[in-house]
């Protein structure tokens, strides 16, 4: 019974862990240096979809054999 007991206890500090893991990722940015840098790289991320298209760089639409599926 106690062997139960210290595998839940063991179970559950480590989904604690994963959710605060998650929750600290996710949270907003409260330095101004920190939100400079999110800033640049949303700008430079949407500046990169614009300048590494299909038609950018062949001057045409993709086809399907232009398709890769997402990692």
Not at 18 to 23: A, E, G, R
Not at 32 to 51: N, P, T
């Amino acid at each position: 019974m106690v062997t139960v007991l210290i595998l839940f206890a063991v179970l559950g500090l480590v989904a604690g862990l994963l959710v605060w893991k998650i929750l600290r990722r996710s949270s907003v940015t409260e330095t101004a240096e920190g939100l400079r840098i999110e800033q640049d790289s949303r700008v430079r991320a949407v500046g990169d979809k614009y300048q590494y298209n299909a038609l950018a760089q062949h001057n045409t639409m993709p086809n399907i054999g232009d398709y890769r599926p997402r990692r």
